[in-house]
């Protein structure tokens, strides 16, 4: 195997040389760069990267923590955090949890013997407690609130389009509201938030009301049932694709007033009304954090784009 120590001498220059050409060091001679190369070439000589790696202390291989990708907001997310790894040349590993807390650790355990330079988290199993011994490893960003604690974080503006998007509701003339969530077990702060902006904005709200467990067109088949079994006359629902999948099992007639999220395409053809959070750019500026080791708390914008049944939006 050709090593660094044979393209030397066969090229006359110094280790160091060849390792600056290697490296790609500003400030070497042109024809010294030319020469050596083309030694390299002959002899199909591929420079060791993981040795290189460990010299420099980076792998430009960065994690990202999340739960499972074939869901839209995650979807998405994952497209911003790819789009800016590749534009800094930087790999990424995808680290699916499942929401398994003991996987989860593993994998923070991984980054502790230096597999990645930094941990993208799209959302956590664990405590965020559970993350904080491994800050000292390299940047920890997390694509949800943390108020309490000093780690960069990108988050969406939750509380604010909820709000606009139950009083639109509201104003609508809904009276019983429904609603649609993720996991039932250990719920997310976004859920509890979710849970007390409906019991504030409808006081006659009930747990009832919500249908847990739904991320997919399948388990909108189920939340239409439920909800047309308690009259529900409008919902707010966690994701465009379930939202369609709720209209879709309503007869015309009868269909609620419904809100989905993230402005999916279906929403502009079934002309329902949606909340574009921005996903994408969150995950682009999420991975920005970890390239800058930027401590910053960003709370994206949205908007709320209302539609009437004819599909326009007002």
Same mark, same amino acid.
């Given at each position: 195997m050709t090593t660094i120590r044979d393209i030397a001498k066969? $090229?006359?220059?110094? +280790?160091?040389?060849?390792? #600056?050409v290697i490296n790609d060091y500003p400030y070497v001679d042109e024809e010294k760069?030319?020469?050596?190369?083309? +030694?390299?070439?002959?002899?199909n000589y591929v420079p060791n990267r993981m040795a290189q790696n460990l010299s420099y202390g980076k792998t430009r291989n960065v994690g990202i923590i999340i739960p499972f990708v074939n869901y839209p907001y995650f979807d998405q997310l994952l497209s911003g955090m790819t789009q800016a790894a590749f534009a800094h040349s930087y790999k990424i590993t995808l680290l699916p949890t499942n929401?398994?807390?003991?996987?989860?650790?593993?994998?923070l355990n991984e980054f502790a013997t230096k597999e990645f330079d930094g941990l993208l988290v799209a959302t956590r199993a664990n405590p965020i407690e559970t993350f904080i011994p491994y800050f000292k490893y390299g940047p920890i960003i997390f694509c949800e609130e943390t108020p309490d604690i000093e780690v960069g974080s990108v988050y969406i503006d939750l509380a604010g389009s909820l709000r606009e998007a139950l $009083?639109?509701?509201k104003v609508a003339?809904?009276?019983?509201?429904?609603? $649609?969530l993720g996991?039932?077990?250990?719920?997310? #702060?976004?859920?509890?938030?979710?849970?007390?902006?409906?019991q504030e904005i409808f006081p006659n709200f009930t747990d009832d009301h919500i249908?847990?467990?739904?991320?997919?067109?399948?388990?909108?088949v189920e939340a239409a049932a439920h909800f047309k079994e308690?009259?529900?006359?409008?919902?707010?629902?966690?994701?465009?694709?379930?939202?369609?999948?709720?209209? #879709?099992?309503?007869?015309?007639?009868?269909?609620?007033?419904?809100?989905?999220?993230?402005?999916?395409?279906?929403?502009?053809?079934?002309?329902?009304?949606t909340i574009d959070h921005h996903v994408i750019q969150c995950g682009e500026k999420a991975f920005q954090l970890f390239f800058d080791k930027r401590l910053d708390k960003v709370k994206m914008p949205y908007t709320f784009i209302k539609r009437n049944r004819h599909g326009q939006v007002e």
């Open positions: 066969l $090229t006359g220059y110094s +280790v160091s040389m060849i390792s #600056r760069r030319q020469k050596i190369l083309g +030694v390299m070439n002959e002899l929401f398994d807390q003991e996987l989860e650790l593993a994998y $009083t639109s509701l003339g809904v009276k019983k509201l429904g609603i $649609t996991r039932s077990k250990g719920v997310s #702060r976004n859920s509890r938030l979710t849970i007390q902006l409906c249908f847990w467990d739904c991320l997919t067109v399948a388990d909108g308690r009259d529900i006359d409008g919902i707010l629902a966690n994701g465009d694709e379930v939202a369609a999948s709720i209209l #879709r099992n309503y007869q015309q007639e009868t269909e609620p007033l419904i809100i989905g999220r993230e402005n999916l395409l279906v929403s502009d053809i079934m002309a329902f009304s």
